[in-house]
């Protein structure tokens, strides 16, 4: 967990086994026949996912340490959707996901759970470790262009990276040929 502290993310190599990632994409296919995708410039959106896979994501033994130790206790359930940008799609810029001043504890965390595996060049989220302590906003043109000691974080299908909500962070664009599929969960200090 120290790397939560100093870095700002921890990685969580195999957070889902197959079972849960089949039952998680199955909530997707259902989400999407429900209410069908949303989203912006070539990235789909899936909310309202259900059942008991999902729920199981929320309870992952080792995603819920990580998150007690960025945002202490008891912390109070936010958004869990999917972010799948297509080919070409996905490029943020840099952000942190707790507006304003940054307060004396953090406010926020995040985890991303990859779907499918996602390289370095297939829309991985990228980092800048430390930005979580340095009490300032993230710059702001920084689609598509490189940041001093950015980390990009390949994942395989059912690894994690959690995230201080605090940390300058972004999607990243998909070069890869397939849609880079993966749960944003989010959580906030109760």
């Known amino acids: 967990m120290t790397a939560l502290d100093t870095d700002g993310y921890l990685l969580l190599p195999d957070l889902l086994d197959a079972a849960a990632l089949d039952g998680v994409r199955a909530a997707m296919a259902d989400a999407l026949d429900r209410a069908g995708p949303r989203g912006p410039g070539g990235t789909l959106h899936v909310d309202d996912l259900r059942g008991p896979a999902v729920e199981a994501v929320w309870t992952a033994p080792r995603l819920v340490a990580a998150v007690e130790h960025v945002l ?113 969960v989010t959580w906030r200090r109760g």
């Open 72 to 184: 202490g206790p008891e912390p109070v359930r936010g958004a869990l959707h999917v972010r799948a940008p297509h080919p070409g799609f996905g490029a943020q810029a840099l952000h942190a996901d707790f507006g304003g001043p940054p307060p004396q504890q953090p406010q926020v965390a995040v985890a991303v759970v990859a779907l499918v595996d996602v390289a370095e060049d297939g829309g991985a989220t990228r980092v800048v470790p430390g930005t979580h302590v340095w009490k300032r906003g993230a710059p702001g043109d920084t689609v598509d262009r490189g940041w001093p000691g950015e980390r990009r974080i390949a994942l395989t299908a059912g690894s994690a990276v959690v995230l201080n909500g605090h940390l300058w962070h972004s999607g990243t664009r998909n070069r890869s040929t397939v849609r880079r599929d993966a749960l944003q």
